[in-house]
């Protein structure tokens, strides 16, 4: 819960941040970069050139904030989830939230200046800890669930099988390299990690259907085409390109 005296600060200021989401986010992400380049690994690179994804950060803040200090605020637990799937399909730390909270609060001080009060620094603070706590336990849940250590996030996968399915979209069969398939449920998916050209590490989301004999996953991979100077999709064509029968990929836990 959130101490009486920050529930009237971000009472107060929830509008004012709510206003300047987008450009504290557009200040965070290249100060956390800058200042941890590893995470760019985990990033996905695209929706930060696109620029959509990332304003979930701060948007997501914002409306968790409104969350505590409203009792009539729809039920926030849906979004909870989605988000901690998420991170647990990206491997995220719990200690990796130190540094996005550093980054982000030095984003809010950026853009908002000298408006930004000790009060309202600590207020925020509160909320924005409040809400990583909440997301840690329920990662270390499903990480726990998953029988997944967050140091090692990734399981080694081989694949067994390629079905092209149209000239854009193709199958594969994976199969665990070494242990039986994790349990999982329709409608998850997985994080596919991939060591791109040039030493970039990029992982991206597929869903998953299980193939018959429940020994291995099906994933329907559609390759991603720029059009007008915009790049092809990275992880898409290289694994149209790249993934055939005896590749062993990265794959997370089913999210
Ligand atoms: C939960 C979930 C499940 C999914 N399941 C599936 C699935 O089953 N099958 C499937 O095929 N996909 C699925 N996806 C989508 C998948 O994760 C990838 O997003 C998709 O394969 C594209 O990745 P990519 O690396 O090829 O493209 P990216 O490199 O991520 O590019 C994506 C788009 O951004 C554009 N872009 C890149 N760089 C720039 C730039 N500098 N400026 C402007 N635009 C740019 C690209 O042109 C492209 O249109 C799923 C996504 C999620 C979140
Ligand atoms: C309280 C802290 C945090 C909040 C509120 C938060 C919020 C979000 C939200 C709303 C999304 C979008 C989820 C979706 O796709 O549905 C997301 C995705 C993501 N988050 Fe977090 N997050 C937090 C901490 C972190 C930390 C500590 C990291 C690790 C450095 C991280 C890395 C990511 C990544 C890599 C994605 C996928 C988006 C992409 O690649 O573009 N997040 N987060």
């Not at 926030?76 to 909270?101: C, D, N, W």
């Not at 991939?194 to 004999?213: A, F, N, W």
Request: charged share 20%; with cysteine; aromatic share 8%.
């Amino acid at each position: 819960m959130l101490s009486p005296q920050s529930t009237e600060t971000v009472k107060a200021t929830a509008g004012v941040v709510a206003e300047h989401a987008e450009e504290i986010t557009r200040r965070f992400y290249p100060h956390m970069f800058a200042a941890h380049p590893e995470l760019m690994r985990v990033f996905n690179k695209a929706n930060q050139a696109v620029g959509e994804q990332p304003k979930a950060l701060a948007a997501s803040v914002v409306a968790y904030a409104v969350n505590l200090i409203d009792p009539d605020a729809p039920d926030f637990r849906p979004i909870m989830q989605r988000i901690a799937h998420k991170h647990v399909s990206l491997g995220i730390k719990s200690y990796e939230y130190t540094i996005v909270g550093h980054h982000l609060m030095w984003a809010i001080g950026d853009v908002l200046g000298d408006a930004v009060t000790p009060e309202i620094a600590a207020a925020w603070d509160e909320v924005y800890w409040l809400f990583a706590c909440q997301l840690i336990a329920e990662e270390g849940k499903l990480y726990a669930l998953g029988g997944t250590d967050p140091e090692h996030p990734w399981r080694q996968y081989t694949v067994v099988d390629r079905t092209d399915e149209t000239a854009e979209s193709f199958s594969l069969v994976i199969k665990p390299v070494e242990g039986e398939l994790p349990a999982h449920h329709t409608g998850q998916y997985v994080a596919v990690g991939v060591d791109l050209p040039g030493g970039e590490r990029q992982p991206r989301q597929y869903t998953i259907s299980g193939v018959p004999g429940r020994e291995a996953f099906r994933l329907t991979i559609k390759r991603v085409h720029g059009a007008d100077g915009v790049p092809d999709g990275q992880v898409s064509n290289w694994l149209a390109d790249n993934a055939v029968v005896g590749t062993v990929l990265d794959i997370s836990q089913p999210a």
